[in-house]
Nanobody, 121 residues
Framework: QVQLVESGGGLVQAGGSLRLSCAAS????????MGWYRQAPGKQRELVAT???????HYADSVKGRFTISRDNAKNTVYLQMNSLKPEDTAVYYC???????????????WGQGTQVTVSS
């Protein structure tokens, strides 16, 4: 059983910044890809950013240049630094991890419970 716990969401004015964190705990041998997704009211969940174990990152066009994803493998934690926030960034943000639970285990995936980010205009 792997649990992802997110923190750092909140209310911020447009142009402000927030930093999200997501820490994984439980039966983990290695985490391959870590990522952040978001879901706004009435919309489908969408990719925000991902980062591989080799620290190759990928961003949605809508956040490029404003958001930065990073990870700390020793802490099984992924971060999302969000700058120059816009009202359209308002959503519930979910972290996601693809991992191996053991050296011989099958690849698995886990999601966090979500953290609300609200950007006021």
């Amino acid at each position: 059983q792997v649990q992802l716990v997110e923190s750092g969401g909140g209310l911020v004015q447009a142009g402000g910044s927030l930093r999200l964190s997501c820490a994984a705990s439980g039966s983990i041998f290695i985490i391959n890809v870590m990522g952040w997704y978001r879901q706004a009211p009435g919309k489908q969940r969408e990719l925000v950013a991902t980062i591989t174990r080799e620290e190759q990152s990928h961003y949605a066009d809508s956040v490029k240049g404003r958001f930065t994803i990073s990870r700390d493998n020793a802490k099984n934690t992924v971060y999302l630094q969000m700058n120059s926030l816009k009202p359209e960034d308002t959503a519930v943000y979910y972290c996601n991890m693809h991992f191996l639970p053991s050296v011989s285990g099958w690849p698995a995936e886990s999601w966090g419970q979500g953290t609300q980010v609200t950007v006021s205009s």
